[in-house]
């Protein structure tokens, strides 16, 4: 009786062994980061959304690993978050990591810290792109980010204000 309780345990030990290896999302574990392709301003762009299909956003004024969005700024743009290290449900061209900053464990894609916007009422939707002429859409071909730089070009006029933090 005893051999066979050790042999049963030892045989589940080495299944969550595996399941370990293989990785969350290949037992339907939600993944953190999805893709969609939604319209962004008039033109079809295939983009990072959370697990909801809520697209996600970078801010120009983040370093790789410091969020300059926080307290009342992250109730506008609650930053992405995870309690492990994010998964996606497709192969990305960039890479997925996991920072810890003045938020959490918040994730990133190539060096960009990702975040949702309040503004996007529902999945797909691209409200955020260029509040403040600083925040924008997280595209699947998002370049690695360097200190305090996005990637972007700067609009002259993002005609939205200055609520964008």
Not at 64 to 74: K, Q, Y
Not at 80 to 91: D, V
Not at 125 to 145: E, F, H, R, T
Request: net charge positive; glycine share 14%; hydrophobic share 40%.
């Amino acid at each position: 009786m005893e051999r066979r309780t050790t042999a049963v345990l030892a045989a589940v030990a080495g299944l969550v062994l595996l399941a370990a290896a293989i990785g969350p999302a290949a037992f339907g574990a939600a993944n953190t980061v999805d893709t969609a392709a939604i319209m962004v301003k008039g033109v079809s762009t295939k983009v990072l959304t959370d697990a909801k299909g809520m697209t996600l956003y970078y801010v120009a004024s983040d370093t790789p690993t410091t969020s300059s969005c926080t307290d009342g700024c992250a109730k506008i743009w609650p930053p992405l978050l995870s309690t492990s290290a994010p998964a996606t449900g497709e192969p990305l061209p960039g890479k997925l990591a996991l920072v810890t900053t003045a938020n959490g464990s918040q994730v990133s894609y190539n060096g960009h810290l990702l975040y949702v916007y309040s503004g996007d009422s529902a999945p797909h939707q691209a409200n955020g792109q260029g509040v403040a002429g600083k925040w924008w859409v997280a595209k699947v071909d998002l370049k690695p980010g360097a200190a305090g730089g996005s990637g972007q070009p700067k609009p002259s006029n993002s005609g939205y204000g200055n609520g964008g933090w």
